[in-house]
């Protein structure tokens, strides 16, 4: 329970540690109170000359007060060699993401800039930017924000242009505008970040015509080594632009397209560009709409044309015959050490075939079901999958997650 008092003191003490232990150099403050009941604590980040990291972050259920919001930004504006700085779940209002903004871009010290709103009553945190774009060496960007406008799409692309040695940039939760995207598109293909190694938006609203200009961007950044594009409904007509990325681009190590709407063409559009990109060491697909057609032509091509290639399909659905199809596929020499793929409850007889015959080289299993074991099909499989174990001689690791096992099966 929140006591005013005991947070006074605790003020003052947070006060005299900064003030008098130069050796601390980093300061991370979750859910804090004592933010909101005092200036006295916010004076406390700028007193010391030896904070170089401080992390400011609130959980969903928290009650924010802003009492003290100014004064606290005011005070993480003025700390006087930060290089970085984190705000995670934060609700400032508009004239405090100015105040920081414009503190961190006049002394231009950060390194790493982390921004994200919180999620649970969404703000815009664009008004940063105005004075953030003045930084101009940061290694680190992430940002997430619901709205981001004209303006700030411009802040941001100066932002980038501005920073020519960022090697990681995460865009997160931005519900772009065609107009948005595109300003941040042609940002990047008029000046490329050289040294991007990774790239990463998730949970953003991207439109097409704007998406092929950013990835005809990306095709400019010779050091990217990690593409992740998560939760941004990409579906076919999109995964055929990125392909012509993979055939351009040689650094591309990773590429990460979980929980997308991707079916089994974009799929075989990926599939059918593994023979000329030979580089490729990850492909992830978790979570899509693919089906046992998708998941063969991915690990046929995965086995004919790479060497050391690791594909991650998650979650696929497939009924009992489908199954048949795909452990047929994964029977090849090499598929057991180079997929990992989650099997529907349909999938898991087949599964418990694969693992008694030995043909099939697995050597971890994870069980991971909310179901109840009162339905006799699931359960008649699941037993024998878990017989097919002691006819197995590959199988090391064994994990049961969120399974109520009864006597019998246990």
């Not at 400011?56 to 504006?77: G, P, T």
């Not at 020499?333 to 697995?362: K, P, S, T, W």
Request: charged share 20%; net charge negative.
């Amino acid at each position: 329970m929140f006591d005013k008092d005991s947070a006074l003191q605790a003020s003052v003490a947070v006060h005299w540690l900064l003030k008098e232990h130069r050796c601390i150099s980093a300061v991370d403050m979750k859910n804090d109170y004592i933010l909101q009941c005092s200036p006295l604590s916010c004076n406390a980040l700028f007193v010391s000359e030896a904070v170089k990291t401080f992390a400011l972050s609130y959980e969903a259920e928290f009650h924010y007060d802003h009492d003290y919001e100014s004064e606290l930004a005011a005070a993480v504006a003025d700390i006087p060699c930060l290089e970085k700085l984190y705000l995670e779940g934060v609700l400032f209002r508009n004239a405090s993401f100015n105040i920081i903004g414009n503190g961190i871009g006049s002394k231009n010290t950060l390194v790493e800039l982390k921004v994200c709103t919180s999620t649970f009553a969404p703000s815009s945190a664009a008004p940063i930017l105005n004075g953030a774009k003045s930084c101009t060496n940061l290694k680190h960007f992430r940002f997430r924000t619901q709205e981001l406008g004209i303006k700030g799409a411009d802040s941001l692309s100066d932002m980038l242009r501005n920073n020519r040695g960022l090697e990681k940039l995460e865009l997160v939760g931005i519900e772009f505008t065609n107009d948005e995207l595109g300003i941040i598109a042609e940002g990047l293909s008029a000046y490329p970040l050289l040294k991007l190694e990774k790239f990463e938006m998730s949970n953003c609203h991207l439109h097409a015509s704007a998406f092929s200009v950013l990835v005809s961007a990306l095709q400019q950044h010779e050091s990217l080594a990690s593409l992740r594009i998560i939760r941004c409904n990409l579906g076919c007509s999109k995964v055929r632009v990125l392909v012509l990325l993979l055939k351009d681009c040689a650094s591309i190590r990773e590429l990460c397209l979980d929980y997308n709407i991707i079916k089994d063409d974009g799929a075989v559009a990926l599939s059918n560009c593994l023979a000329t990109v030979k580089e490729l060491e990850v492909l992830s697909l978790k979570r899509n709409m693919l089906t046992s057609r998708g998941v063969i032509a991915l690990v046929k091509s995965l086995l004919r044309h790479t060497t050391n290639m690791l594909l991650y399909l998650g979650h696929v659905e497939m009924n009992g015959s489908e199954a048949r199809h795909v452990f047929r596929a994964l029977e090849a020499d090499g598929a057991c050490d180079r997929v990992q793929i989650e099997y529907h409850a349909d999938g898991i007889f087949q599964l418990g075939r694969v693992l008694r015959a030995n043909r099939y080289r697995m050597k971890e299993i994870e069980l991971h079901s909310r179901a109840t074991l009162q339905d006799h099909i699931y359960t008649s499989c699941l037993h024998e999958l878990l017989a097919a174990l002691c006819y197995n001689c590959s199988v090391e690791h064994l994990n049961l997650v969120w399974l109520n096992l009864d006597d019998w099966l246990a």
